[in-house]
T-cell receptor, first 112, second 115 residues
Framework: QKEVEQDPGPLSVPEGAIVSLNCTYS??????FMWYRQYSRKGPELLMY????GNKEDGRFTAQVDKSSKYISLFIRDSQPSDSATYLC????????????FGDGTTLTVKP | NAGVTQTPKFRILKIGQSMTLQCTQD?????MYWYRQDPGMGLKLIYY???????DKGEVPNGYNVSRSTTEDFPLRLELAAPSQTSVYFC??????????????FGEGSRLTVL
């Protein structure tokens, strides 16, 4: 079993829909949780970063961490075609984000 | 703002050949990383460095070598290329403190095919 499991997708939604992207994990030592967005043929870029449990909101994006269930989510409201990308969750036990364990990614397509 | 620059963007190698992937960052970050990303998969850490002169192995180091002689540069060397090394390689740099703790800056990737 992988340490981080991400809903595989692909996911296709109409413009304006609410999108939910999810990851589960098995290592209870994870404390830092990240979401990266990766456009086709580009490097990942950090979208959201949270520490421990709770919610964090940034514009149309909300990251949610439930450490008791070992479950994290990224919600995208009012999705736009420009949100079409692969989303990677990542988790680490300390502040060395580069040593994070990454999920395999969920590819999202938002149709106009 | 250049950020993290990787060269080459594409390369085809024959089995047994060697090559170096170059990575340069202009953000004065101490931490730098090399990952590989296979199709439909997440990132796997190959090597990382916490500063000039200091490197350490990641999850999948076999078949690769690195060096870090300056803060800016972190080249990845492939010796005796094998088809299993066909992948997209990403270099990243990052900080550690406070709100920057989770932010990695990635290059655009180097697509390597070994035939």
């Amino acid at each position: 079993q992988k340490e981080v499991e991400q809903d595989p997708g692909p996911l296709s939604v109409p413009e304006g829909a609410i999108v939910s992207l999810n990851c589960t994990y098995s290592n209870s030592a994870f404390q830092y949780f990240m979401w990266y967005r990766q456009y086709s043929r580009k490097g990942p870029e950090l979208l959201m970063y949270t520490y421990s449990s709770g919610n964090k909101e940034d514009g149309r994006f909300t990251a949610q961490v439930d450490k008791s269930s070992k479950y994290i989510s990224l919600f995208i409201r009012d999705s736009q075609p420009s949100d079409s990308a692969t989303y990677l969750c990542a988790m680490s036990v300390n502040t060395n984000a580069g040593k994070s364990t990454f999920g395999d990614g969920t590819t999202l397509t938002v149709k106009p | 703002n250049a950020g993290v620059t990787q060269t080459p963007k594409f390369r085809i190698l024959k089995i047994g050949q060697s090559m170096t992937l170059q990575c340069t960052q202009d953000m004065n970050h101490n931490y730098m990383y090399w990952y590989r990303q296979d199709p439909g998969m997440g990132l796997k850490l190959i090597y990382y460095s916490v500063g000039a002169g200091i490197t350490d192995k990641g999850e999948v180091p076999n078949g690769y070598n690195v060096s870090r002689s300056t803060t800016e540069d972190f080249p990845l060397r492939l010796e005796l290329a094998a088809p299993s090394q066909t992948s997209v390689y990403f270099c990243a740099s990052g900080g550690l403190a406070g709100v920057d703790a989770g932010e990695l800056f990635f290059g655009e990737g180097s697509r390597l095919t070994v035939l």
